[in-house]
């Protein structure tokens, strides 16, 4: 099969194919037009500012590999940006070891730093033993939702320890859109903006400068800039009702290239118009922003640790 | 396995098990239930008014029998309305004259008039010619888009010759909630509640009696009612994109039921608080409301006329 020459450099051989555009890359312009992707997102929703102190949410998975990198490139532009990264560990034996391994090498590399919590730590306790004592079973919650609840709380902490102004998260054009169509499914009562910069009296915005980049290209740019790939897969990953979802949602943009865009412009477009509240309602233990009267973050915690007494 | 007594009347076996509620029901609790959800769908939207001419669109599937039935049952306690029956024959040759013959024999059951109008008629060409002379594939479109394009059309035509104030379709939750999701995939621009009384000036409102109630219920009802089935499939079934949005669908209730009602309820906030805009555009050739110049059933007639001619 002749491929033909890249559609940018009309030279070099391509070897990435953009089905819902038609355009041909080469490896070299690949990877640029890469980065001006995420430029043209922090851009376009105002993600970042010149100024800001930007803690990187990173697990260790190739997509917040590939956000540290790009964003560490970006801000060489921004002398008066600071980037620092936060892992949390949530205790998971093995498997959180090996991706912690290949982080610390790649912050270290990069001279940014790292600064590690862990559900220990926090909270008193690991996710590992919430699975195996049977608490997450006892609260009819999967582990997954324990986990990412209690992580997207844990990040909040170390940036503010850290005096943060944004937190930027790996997010890509899947999770987002997959995200909303599990808010619709569920009935979520408050949609809303996914990974845009929403700012409010003493919350630290969180922004996900991947929303526009697919899966597939994160996964080639991180081939072709040797970032690592974790192997394994958490042992604990059965959210179901996500994966039907994603499932779905893969197959369909797969048969008609851009149907993840068109959903995720459309929907955003819908949401625009909804005026949303000027005031935030506050966690009446933590004081962080919520919908309830108690976080989710803290009742989950509360349960746990009154189960793990008894 | 022992199912206990109907829900509802507490005596009789129940024969359908509701699972998103847990509501057990006999046959004759289920159908007084499915006429109640019909009558409540109705006045909690306000789809339809005491002294409406309504025109009921019907294909002859269980679907739109069911509509005629129940609508009829309701109506005796509204003096003031009056219910008509309209059919488009798109000209899909024993198809369409099979699902004919059962809709005029209910239609003259019910003393309802019965109003018949064809592509051929109306537009000069049928379905069946449209795609057996490689028309419809030389336009790029499927038989299944023509087809809801034109009928729907046809429809508005036989409404106003009829002196309607309203269209009742039987567009079901399923139908609703597919429409919604491949709205979003497909990138719409103007995404409008389905099936509910928008009124403005000159057009015919459309409304969807059975938006809230799920498929097999009303397939249930049907066989309850003695409605015949439309045995045969239509032999152009192939609009892929639907397809798969309602396979996905239907499994994800299956398995998490409830939330096409979900998706429904939370989708459907959010468009009302999206402004409409209250000037109605008009096709500059048959003046029916669209959002474009030409409306889509009049660029499709105009393409497929000047096709034939060549």
Do not use: W
Request: proline share 4%; hydrophobic share 35%; aromatic share 8%.
């Amino acid at each position: 099969m002749n491929l033909g020459v890249c559609s940018s450099c009309g030279k070099r051989s391509p070897i990435y194919f953009r089905r819902y555009s038609g355009v041909k890359l080469c490896s070299t312009c690949f990877k640029g037009d890469f980065i001006k992707r995420v430029r043209r997102t922090i851009s376009r929703y105002e993600l970042l500012r010149y100024d800001d102190r930007i803690v990187v949410a990173v697990s260790g998975g190739k997509d917040s590999l590939v956000l540290l990198k790009v964003l560490y490139e970006l801000e060489q532009d921004f002398p008066k940006s600071e980037l620092l990264a936060a892992s949390i560990d949530e205790g998971i034996d093995s498997y959180r070891l090996d991706s912690l391994r290949t982080l610390r090498k790649i912050a270290n590399a990069l001279h940014i730093e790292l600064h590690e919590l862990s559900f220990k730590d926090l909270y008193g306790f690991t996710l590992g033993e919430v699975v195996k004592l049977g608490i997450a079973k006892k609260l009819g919650l999967n582990p997954c939702t324990i986990c990412g609840v209690l992580r997207r709380k844990a990040l909040v902490t170390v940036a503010r320890r850290l005096g943060a102004t944004v937190i930027a998260t790996a997010h890509t054009l899947e999770d987002v859109v997959q995200t909303y169509l599990l808010n619709l499914l569920r009935g979520e009562k408050n949609i809303r903006p996914i990974g845009l910069r929403r700012e409010a009296e003493d919350v630290i915005p969180r922004v996900a400068p991947l929303r526009l980049t697919p899966q597939r290209e994160i996964a080639l740019y991180a081939y072709l800039e040797g970032i690592p790939f974790q192997s394994k897969t958490c042992p604990y990953t059965h959210e179901s009702m996500r994966d039907e979802v994603r499932n779905f949602l893969t197959l369909y943009d797969y048969k008609y290239p851009g149907s993840l865009y068109a959903f995720l412009n459309m929907f955003e477009r819908i949401l625009e118009k909804i005026p949303q509240p000027d005031e935030v309602n506050r966690c009446e233990i933590c004081g962080e922003p919520t919908d309830r009267r108690i976080c989710r973050a803290c009742e989950i915690v509360l349960s746990i640790k009154s189960l793990l007494k008894n």
